[in-house]
């Protein structure tokens, strides 16, 4: 498969169906880090998205119809499933409870490098070398996040477990997004973003349901319920999930994985605004390098 997306002009749609995700994605984070101590962060997820199917199966009843491929292409939307809804929520929620949503979505925005090294091994894209080069500013700003800003500490870096852990669910995102080009869905399905959404929660329930089922024999705490908390899952699960995902499936489609990359680094932008709005984490000078590095490097790794 090869993929001219990264070439292709941008209509004010498209840039617009890309950029609420981000927006949506950012608030994911704040909210994470805000019931962090309330509920266990797989437990979050699969909240999360049992509130989104419920929103989702009246919209997407085609999903339910003969021939829509739900059963014969059980295996593709199992693997969807558990990238983008298991994995990757759930590997960032579980960051989120030792980084803060300004690293972790920092050390996301290192998701342009996972998506042209998935493209180029997996999916047979061919990489330029103003691809490469964009990659290695993208590295650098992931790196000075890694390391807080202090040089000396690269050569004894120590990775909290958070940023590790974002680190794995930037690579299952990268997955994911290519896959969705995949042309293996009925069009009656793959034309219904409600039915297609659907049908990959439905199968993401099973993984969440088996993690959070892992989670509480390992002896998490019971979640403690509130207004508050449940306000955040119904924010988690109708903005982040149901309408980020909905608007991502579709940009995606149109601009390819490569440019959908691009825009994820409006997430650290928006989630240290957010950040200092809500939480008081007030970004540092280190955060502005690496966000300028990072998308320095998506600038250059896109250009015709």
């Not at 997996?122 to 000075?144: K, N, P």
Request: with cysteine.
């Amino acid at each position: 498969m090869t993929a001219p997306h990264n070439t292709q002009k941008l209509s004010p749609s498209t840039i617009l169906l890309l950029s609420v995700p981000p927006l949506m994605w950012a608030g994911n984070a704040i909210v994470g880090r805000l019931v962090r101590e309330a509920v266990p962060p797989m437990t979050l997820n699969l909240l999360r998205w049992a509130i989104a199917m419920a929103v989702l199966v009246p919209l997407g009843r085609a999903a339910f119809r003969a021939g829509s491929g739900v059963l014969l292409h059980w295996r593709r939307y199992a693997v969807l499933g558990l990238l983008g809804i298991g994995m990757y929520n759930s590997l960032q929620y579980l960051a989120l409870q030792s980084s803060t949503p300004i690293n972790v979505t920092l050390v996301a925005s290192g998701m342009p490098v996972w998506m042209m090294l998935v493209g180029r091994l997996f999916f047979g894209v061919a990489v330029r070398r103003w691809q490469v080069a964009g990659a290695v500013l993208s590295i650098l700003g992931v790196l000075v996040v890694l390391c807080r800003g202090d040089v000396h500490q690269l050569l004894g870096l120590r990775l909290v477990a958070g940023d590790l852990y974002m680190i794995l669910a930037t690579i299952a995102w990268s997955f994911y997004s290519w896959m969705l080009l995949q042309p293996k869905d009925v069009p009656a399905l793959r034309n219904d973003w409600a039915a297609f959404l659907l049908t990959q929660v439905a199968y993401g329930l099973l993984w969440s349901g088996l993690f959070s089922g892992v989670e509480w024999s390992l002896g998490a705490h019971a979640i403690v319920w509130s207004a508050p908390v449940l306000a955040a899952l119904l924010f988690v699960a109708l903005g982040p999930a149901v309408l980020a995902y909905a608007l991502w499936g579709v940009g995606v489609g149109r601009a390819g994985p490569s440019v959908g990359a691009f825009f994820v680094n409006l997430t650290p932008l928006f989630a240290a605004l957010l950040s200092s709005a809500f939480l008081g984490e007030s970004p540092h000078a280190y955060h502005a390098l690496a966000f300028a590095l990072i998308v320095g490097g998506i600038a250059i790794s896109t250009r015709r």
